[in-house]
């Protein structure tokens, strides 16, 4: 392992892999999760969910339900639209109804609420209101949604005359063609990349307490950004935004899911309101699969153009994908499909073009980043397979096809076709690594015996390259909103601090790197520093974490207010040692006199002397803020290899080794990246083998509860080896480039391509993910295997 | 995803259950491991008004061998059988498969074959041995060959009256062998295909006694008589485990589904029956 | 229904619905919330808990089941001696992130090694298969109940 470490493990800075802090009560079963909470006088809601995917709400009768002992009131979307609640905006620009009041659009969605004074009877309350549906037909897909004559989901919305979300398109069109018209060869792939679920083991929900006398509304939610869902409920709700107080207690996983704002939080939160008791919501499983943020499904299909040694020339693709009823991608770019257009990957080519397209259909509304940044994994996915695929149409080795195309290491910064620009990496070497580890050529010596014994073997490659960090403020908002974020220092007298974040952990731990952080920059011992995040109260502002932004952009921020901390220290240490501030110099743990290491004052003692003794006109406190605003996105990457043995009889394929080696630059916590990536290359393996969501013909969800919708066990759960390379960002200030993603990101192309290694020779070209046993058991045999 | 009211009993004796579930009517239900009856609570998919827990009652935990069969009461877990040192063949190779380890540790194998779901495995094991099951009501036991009992998918042929105190599976003295072959998608996850193969030879070493049953490809668990016709008579050869395999590929009755096509699923049945065959006669060779 | 169920080494006494499930009883009844609630399904197996030193899922048992029997929670991992050897295992090999799934992984844990000394990799993930996690991959889920196991062996615990 690379050591990056320039602090002694009792300051444990940057490098050392410190345990988390936050471990200490999780272990004991302390944690506080937002269904812990319970408040005096707590009223619990239970949703009525549409039972069909298209149909128009013609009555609702609560009666029954209100004579449930227990049941306090029936919430409709009558009773919302008289508060101007009926419907709320997305953060695409577009609404999203809160509860249905003309049409219901989609299985699951919300259309009542039952408050009562315990679950159980909230339950039985909502099995009892009745609504009278009129049923319409249901649009499954988004080519039925947009042929010509489909009947309009959106009827509501003003100037909206067919089924068409939005059209984006990027790219020099006219230098593509040309490319491709006189390419070699071109090679072209058509596929699907399947809606899926972040589904984390805790579902979201809501303790909402607005008290009716002092208009405080104190919210307790599940929520990966909480400022920027203050702000949002401000403008939604109407409420002053200094009585919204949102606390995200502990939360049990997020991968996206806790991004958006969903119709539950808007309805207990006016329960609240107008009950005057605070209510609670926790969604059920099937409730959190139905309806919150699914990720993906898009249908893509790619192509590139190649010279006849494999060197490509351009790429053109052409997408189209299927938003659900309502227009709720949570990006905050100013690109419709998010940052799909890093789909040129890792690859030197000069022309692309990408055309898009995004369609209404009868399904729950979505496109949250799943353990991604927005749209960034089906475009990595799109360009690896598209690589496997002209490997296997050129008869090139895909790992030889890969190093004849690779951005070269004196080419960064490296301006895409697409317009990124790329800071840094070495991709031969993070390859060339990975394959050596893996016993690349035995592989393939072995793979050529297996064929002759009729046994299929497959090894899959990909080497992706991740966007993240959102991100500039010219490029990045949420509803207006800057995608900066903030870091708040205070340093006591006594030398220990608090740390102040305005981005929110769900487990990646940052009550612990965040600490080490500081401790690189200050010299305080991490485990003297408190990190305090997900009170908007207690925090400064920020955007929130997701799309791996909590180290590129917070951990920024952590190290420039640091940093400002110690040039203050510095001062007061120069007074304290009677010297000129240009001549004090930092070591891990002490200021010292430049050339006399043994005149020198700890932080501590600068920090005492903050609040006790300062130099003339300085001012008393250690405490400081920082906004970060990135320069640019940071890039990581990695190179995976895969071995999969694949049986011909039935299609089941096992994965036999997987080497991954990810490039992160400076590793903060090497414990906690590891354990990252580990999380990531599950979600990718589950993607790519049997997590998915599909709906029957009449828009049924099919993957509504964990019997259909699979994760995969400790037992079905690839051993993962992992490897690395460390090349820094330059633009980062601790050159670190944020990883809680690139393994979901990469890894699902490795896994496909390896299943795909090992009956290309058969002629299969593609199998849709999730590859199913039976997938591949028809693509064998319709190729005549 | 909470369960509606119920009146609740817990019986201390199988007479008291009897009684008890019989006053209930058809509204009523036994209480056994709870691992399917719970969760179809829970999804509301199953409102009884009346349950009647016989957790409590003593000496039905009993897993033996006795008289040239196999007694499992009703109150022995799933995760009791894979431990169990008496068990062997299908019985045995099946055990393991059962949904997880944390409901193999509540759930019985006697609720389990009571429940009749179509993709539970334990019918499937028990069509091939040729099992019995006991029933008791006001006017004592009877046994009930399992192809009887199970009448169709989530109905058995108990009277409302009657609960199954125990399953005999029979135990052959001669050379024997069984096993079970499971597709599952995870571990947790009801078969896609299952297939339950039971062999027993004649001193000549030919198969003297077949069974073949599937699971998931059937509207009920089915056994594949076709194939097991075949295979009776004969020596054991890969030949003729594969003609029985398709043997049984033609009997089944797949679906196609989210699990796959039903074109698929036949394949696999013909793999699994032939490589369950093998694992068989492999093991009452040796 | 009256009930006495020993939690954790105490015992605790209510009146409940017969439809109450057992998870809800310990979270909301003894307000032990370190044992969750992920699914509606029977399927996650966050809601573990020993009952008799059985681990099984509490969310699929009525808490009227439990009458008389003895139930373990993470909230009685500890001791007097200190942490349960998988509790700090779990805390050195980096076994947990979000942390939601970790009571039961840790209490499933805890019975395997009480049953097994030395648990294979293969033997772990078997035993931890009835129990989801999101966050770890399970790498060090693994790691840290083989962790435990060994010092648990070398207490002479077991
Ligand atoms: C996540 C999960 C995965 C599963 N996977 C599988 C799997 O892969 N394969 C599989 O076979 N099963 C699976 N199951 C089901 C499990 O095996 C159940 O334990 C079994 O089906 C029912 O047994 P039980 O003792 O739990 O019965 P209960 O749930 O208590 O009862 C089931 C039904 O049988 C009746 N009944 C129970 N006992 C008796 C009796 N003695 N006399 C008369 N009627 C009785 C009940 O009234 C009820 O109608 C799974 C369950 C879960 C929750
Ligand atoms: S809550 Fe998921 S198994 Fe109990
Ligand atoms: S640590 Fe988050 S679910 Fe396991």
């Given amino acids: 392992m690379t050591d990056t470490t320039t602090t002694p493990p009792e300051i444990g800075g940057i490098g050392h892999s410190v345990k988390r802090v936050e471990d200490a009560r999780l272990i004991e079963g302390q944690g506080n999760f937002l269904d812990d909470i319970s408040l005096p006088g707590m009223l619990h809601m239970a949703l009525v969910r549409s039972p069909v995917a298209h149909a128009r709400i013609n009555g609702i009768d609560s009666d029954a339900a209100m004579a449930v002992d227990g049941v306090l009131a029936v919430v409709t979307g009558e009773l919302m639209a008289a508060h101007n609640l009926a419907w709320m905006p997305t953060l695409s620009g577009d609404t999203q109804a809160v509860l249905a009041t003309d049409k219901v659009r989609y299985q699951g969605q919300e259309v009542a609420a039952v408050i009562a004074t315990d679950p159980y009877a909230a339950a039985d309350g909502a099995e009892l209101v009745d609504v009278d549906y009129e049923m319409l037909d249901a649009i499954t897909t988004p080519q039925q949604s947009l042929a010509e004559g489909a009947e309009l989901i959106r009827d509501e919305k003003e100037g909206q005359t067919d089924n068409l979300a939005y059209t984006w398109e990027t790219g020099d069109e006219a230098a593509t063609e040309a490319a491709f018209a006189s390419a070699d060869r071109v090679v072209s792939l058509t596929t699907h990349y399947p809606r899926s679920h972040p589904s984390p083991l805790e579902t979201c929900g809501i303790v909402a307490d607005v008290n009716s006398v002092t208009g405080q509304a104190t919210i307790y939610m599940t929520s990966q950004a909480p400022h920027a869902h203050r702000t949002l409920f401000a403008l939604v709700a109407g409420l002053p935004e200094q009585n919204i107080r949102i606390i995200s207690p502990d939360i049990g996983g997020g991968f996206g899911n806790k991004v958006p704002i969903y119709p539950g939080y808007v309805v207990a939160t006016a329960a609240s309101l107008l009950i005057g008791q605070p209510v609670k919501w926790v969604e059920t499983r099937t409730g959190n699969l139905i309806s919150t943020g699914f990720g993906r499904d898009y249908y893509m299909t790619g192509e590139l153009a190649l010279t006849n040694e494999g060197r490509i020339q351009a790429m053109r693709v052409d997408m189209l994908s299927d938003q659900g009823a309502f227009y709720s991608d949570a990006q905050p770019t100013r690109y419709r499909a998010g940052l799909f257009h890093v789909c040129t990957g890792s690859y030197d080519f000069p022309h692309a073009h990408i055309k898009c397209r995004g369609a209404f259909t009868n399904k729950a509304p979505g496109g949250v980043a799943y353990r991604c940044s927005f749209r960034i994994t089906e475009a990595s996915y799109l360009i690896e397979r598209l690589m496997q695929t002209a490997a296997d149409e050129l008869g090139i080795d895909p790992a030889e096809l890969r190093l004849r195309n690779f951005i070269q290491p004196e080419q960064f910064p490296y301006e895409t076709a697409t317009g990124f620009v790329y800071d840094s990496g070495d991709y031969p070497t993070a390859l060339r690594k990975a394959l050596d580890a893996a016993g690349y050529e035995e592989l393939r010596a072995e793979q050529a015996a297996a064929r002759e014994e009729g046994r299929l073997v497959g090894i899959g490659i990909a080497h992706f390259t991740e966007a993240v960090g959102a991100g500039p403020a010219h490029t990045y908002d949420i509803a207006g909103l800057k995608m900066i974020d903030s870091a708040e220092l205070r340093v006591h007298p006594t030398g220990k601090a608090i740390l102040k974040l305005g981005v929110k952990t769900q487990g990646q731990g940052h009550e612990t790197t965040f600490a080490q952080i500081v401790a690189e920059e200050t010299g305080i011992p991490a485990t003297d520093i408190k990190v305090i995040h997900g009170d908007t109260d207690d925090t400064p502002y920020g955007l929130g974490t997701y799309a791996s932004r909590s180290t590129p952009v917070g951990g920024a921020a952590t190290a420039m207010v640091a940093r400002k901390i110690a040039d203050k220290a510095r001062h007061i240490a120069a007074h304290l040692l009677e010297a000129a501030p240009e001549d004090i110099e930092r070591s891990a743990d002490k200021f010292h006199v430049a050339g006399s290491p043994d005149q020198s004052v700890t932080i501590q003692d600068a920090a005492f002397a903050a609040y006790t003794n300062l130099p003339e006109g300085m001012e008393y406190g250690l405490e400081d803020v920082t906004y970060y605003n990135p320069p640019n996105l940071t890039f990581p990457y990695g190179s995976y290899v895969v071995v999969v043995d694949v049986d011909p009889d039935t299609g089941v394929w096992k994965v036999r080794r997987m080497v991954a080696l990810d490039d992160c630059g400076v590793r903060i916590n090497p414990m906690i990246v590891e354990g990252q990536i580990h999380g990531g290359l599950t979600e990718g393996f589950a993607m790519s083998s049997m997590q998915w969501i599909t709906f029957d013909d009449d828009g049924n969800c099919i993957g509504s509860n964990f019997m259909d919708y699979l994760i995969p066990t400790a037992w079905e759960t690839p051993r993962f080896e992992l490897l690395e390379t460390v090349t820094p960002s330059p633009h980062h200030p601790i050159g670190a480039k944020g990883i809680g993603e690139s393994a979901t990101v990469g890894s699902p192309a490795a896994f496909v391509n390896a299943v795909i290694d090992a009956v290309a020779h058969l002629g299969v070209r593609n199998i849709d993910m999730p590859v199913l046993p039976d997938r591949v058991w028809e693509a064998i045999d319709s190729a005549g295997g | 995803m909470l369960p509606a009211r119920f009146d609740y009993v817990a019986a201390s004796s199988v007479e008291e259950a009897i009684a008890a579930k019989a006053e209930g009517g058809d509204e009523a239900r036994i209480l056994a491991g709870g691992q399917s009856l719970l969760p179809m609570m829970k999804l509301r998919f199953a409102t009884p008004s009346k349950l009647v827990d016989i957790n409590r009652i003593a000496g039905l935990d009993a897993i033996r061998s006795h008289n040239g069969h196999l007694h499992v009461g009703a109150l022995v877990r799933h995760a009791d059988i894979a431990a169990s040192g008496a068990v062997s063949g299908a019985v045995a190779s099946a055990a393991p498969w059962i949904a997880d380890p944390l409901v193999r540790n509540l759930g019985t194998m006697c609720g389990s074959v009571a429940h009749c779901d179509p993709e539970g495995d334990w019918n499937s094991v028990l069509l091939a041995t040729g099992a019995e099951v006991v029933a008791q009501g006001p006017s004592g036991r009877r046994t009930i060959d399992i192809g009887d009992f199970v009448q169709d998918f989530f109905t058995n042929s108990l009277a409302e009256d009657e609960m199954v105190v125990a399953l005999h599976i029979p135990v052959p003295s001669g050379r024997s062998g069984g096993s079970y072959q499971k597709l599952e998608r995870k571990v947790g996850d009801y078969a896609t295909v299952g297939v339950a193969t039971h062999l027993e030879l004649a001193d000549d070493g030919t198969i003297s006694a077949a069974g073949v049953a599937m699971t998931s490809v059937a509207p009920i668990n089915r056994k594949a008589t076709d194939a097991e016709a075949l295979l009776v008579g004969n020596a054991p050869s890969a030949e003729l485990f594969a003609e029985a395999g398709e043997a049984a590929a033609a009997a089944a009755d797949p679906r196609d589904d989210v699990r796959g096509s039903a074109r698929w699923k036949r394949r696999v049945v013909a793999a699994f029956t032939q490589r369950a065959l093998a694992a068989a006669a492999e093991q009452a060779q040796s | ?158």
């Fill in chain 3, 1 to 158: 229904m009256e009930i006495t169920i020993n939690i954790n080494g105490t015992d605790h006494t209510a009146d409940v619905e017969p439809r109450r499930l057992l998870v809800d009883h310990i979270r909301t009844g003894a307000g032990l919330t370190g044992t969750h609630i992920g699914c509606d399904t029977t399927s996650c197996g966050v809601c573990t808990v020993l009952v008799d030193g059985t681990p099984v899922k509490s969310c699929t048992m009525l808490a009227v089941q439990a009458d008389g029997r003895e139930v373990t929670t993470v909230e009685g991992l500890k001791s007097a001696d200190g942490l349960h050897p998988v509790q700090q295992a779990f805390s050195d090999e980096h076994g947990l992130q979000c942390g939601f799934c970790t009571p039961a992984m840790m209490l499933v844990g805890a019975a395997l090694i009480d049953e097994n000394p030395a648990p294979s990799d293969d033997e772990v993930r078997w035993a931890i298969s009835g129990n989801l996690c999101r966050c770890t991959g399970y790498m060090n889920i693994v790691k840290a109940i083989q962790a435990a196991a060994a010092a648990a062996s070398s207490n002479g615990d077991s």
